[in-house]
Nanobody, 117 residues
């Protein structure tokens, strides 16, 4: 059973930066595609970035040019460098394996990002 632990969220002013981390434990093997999701209360969880085991990357238009996804296949760790943050980036951020465009494992607790002046 794979578990995810997200960290690195916090309170930041518009234009600021944060770096989120995701650690997968519990026999994750080599997860081909990993992704970062975010959710605002009352809305569906949104997939914002994916990265394959060979570092092919796709971003949602809402974060393209501002966020950078990366991963380490040895330590089963994934990161999301978030730059030029906007108030609309305020959400709870989660990571998961992505299979067929959908999250595959149970969700972790996520990490809250709040962008406000």
């Amino acid at each position: 059973q794979v578990e995810f632990v997200e960290s690195g969220g916090g309170l930041v002013q518009p234009g600021g930066s944060l770096r989120l981390s995701c650690i997968a434990s519990g026999n994750p093997h080599m997860m081909s595609i990993m992704g970062w999701y975010r959710q605002v209360p009352g809305n569906q969880r949104e997939l914002i970035a994916t990265i394959t085991s060979v570092m092919q990357i796709i971003y949602a238009d809402s974060v393209k040019g501002r966020f950078i996804i990366s991963r380490d296949n040895v330590t089963n760790t994934m990161w999301l460098q978030m730059n030029s943050l906007k108030p609309e980036d305020t959400a709870r951020y989660y990571c998961n394996r992505v299979v067929g465009g959908r999250p595959f494992h149970a969700w972790g607790q996520g990490t809250q990002v709040t962008v406000t002046s």
